[in-house]
């Protein structure tokens, strides 16, 4: 376990064991992961769980993915776990959500298969996970402009932010306190702000629509000119750790 943020709840690496199926790991995502929990902030939880081979193999097939959501000590968690084989998929198909799941540093529980997945991450980096930010940024952008709230402006400037960040080095930091470097100089007061209150009304900024446009045009440079490979290489490895995982089941 691995969860250096003081304001994540101690009882955390009891969920795990709580599941139905047995995890690969559990990680925390969203704002904590992000770099800006606020202190009502909820705790995203996100992991992968292994269906048994009678569930895989028959006509009644189990959860490829699982959802649930619920409040203890005045704190709500979202859990949220994809069955590995989906997971795996995901992670080939240039999806920077699952790999900043995967590679969170948050780590709630782990196993050899979850360092396994992680050893085989870097194969699964292309210029095509440059798509995924753009498209994320875009959407972030479009809610700010609707209510005007500083939680979507932050995450429209993180995911341009690690984007960038990935095109131009091939690593991937979710991040935003250690991109800072990458975006305007009034975020960090942003990402202050933001501590107080989940929902909070973001400061009038007249340049930040500018600034995202920017920004947006220097992730599409850095994919353009990016070191990284168009498709991922470990394919084939990824189909053996999941035939692996589902026959030790029997």
Same mark, same amino acid.
């Given at each position: 376990?691995?969860?250096?943020?003081?304001?994540?709840?101690? $009882?955390?690496?009891?969920?795990?064991?709580?599941?139905?199926?047995?995890?690969?790991?559990?990680?925390?995502?969203?704002?904590?992961?992000?770099? /800006?929990?606020?202190?009502?902030?909820?705790?995203?939880?996100?992991?992968?769980?292994?269906?048994?081979?009678?569930?895989?193999?028959?006509?009644?097939?189990?959860?490829?993915?699982?959802?649930? &959501? $619920? *409040?203890?000590?005045?704190?709500?968690?979202?859990?949220? *776990? #994809?069955?590995?084989? %989906? /997971?795996?998929? +995901?992670?080939?198909?240039?999806?920077?959500?699952?790999?900043?799941?995967?590679?969170?540093?948050?780590?709630?529980?782990?196993?050899?298969?979850?360092?396994?997945? *992680?050893?085989?991450?870097?194969?699964?980096?292309?210029?095509? #996970?440059? #798509?995924?930010?753009?498209?994320?940024?875009? *959407?972030? $952008?479009?809610? /700010?402009?609707?209510?005007?709230?500083?939680?979507?402006? +932050?995450?429209? /400037?993180?995911?341009?932010?690690?984007?960038? #960040?990935?095109?131009?080095?091939?690593?991937?930091?979710?991040?935003? &306190?250690?991109?800072?470097?990458?975006?305007?100089?009034?975020?960090?007061? +942003?990402?202050?702000? %933001?501590?107080?209150?989940?929902?909070?009304?973001?400061?009038?900024?007249?340049?930040?629509?500018?600034?995202?446009?920017?920004?947006? !045009?220097?992730?599409?440079?850095?994919?353009?000119?990016?070191?990284?490979?168009?498709?991922? &290489?470990?394919?084939?490895?990824?189909?053996?750790?999941?035939?692996?995982?589902?026959? !030790?089941?029997?």
């Amino acid at each position: 376990m691995n969860l250096p943020t003081a304001n994540l709840p101690a $009882w955390l690496p009891e969920i795990p064991g709580e599941q139905p199926y047995p995890l690969v790991f559990a990680t925390v995502s969203g704002a904590h992961l992000y770099g /800006f929990p606020s202190a009502d902030s909820d705790v995203d939880l996100r992991g992968v769980h292994v269906l048994p081979l009678r569930e895989v193999v028959g006509l009644r097939t189990g959860p490829a993915t699982l959802d649930r &959501t $619920w *409040t203890r000590d005045r704190v709500e968690v979202d859990l949220v *776990t #994809h069955d590995l084989a %989906k /997971f795996c998929g +995901l992670l080939l198909n240039r999806n920077g959500y699952v790999l900043e799941q995967l590679l969170s540093p948050l780590v709630v529980s782990s196993s050899a298969l979850h360092e396994e997945l *992680t050893a085989l991450a870097p194969g699964c980096l292309t210029r095509h #996970h440059a #798509h995924h930010y753009l498209g994320f940024a875009r *959407t972030q $952008w479009r809610l /700010f402009e609707k209510n005007g709230e500083l939680k979507p402006l +932050l995450y429209t /400037f993180r995911v341009l932010a690690t984007g960038i #960040h990935l095109m131009r080095t091939g690593e991937l930091d979710a991040d935003l &306190t250690h991109l800072f470097g990458y975006v305007p100089a009034y975020v960090p007061d +942003l990402v202050a702000a %933001k501590r107080d209150a989940e929902h909070g009304r973001a400061p009038a900024i007249t340049a930040a629509g500018d600034d995202v446009a920017s920004l947006t !045009a220097t992730l599409e440079a850095a994919r353009d000119s990016s070191p990284l490979p168009e498709a991922a &290489t470990v394919r084939n490895a990824m189909h053996d750790l999941v035939v692996r995982a589902r026959l !030790a089941t029997v």
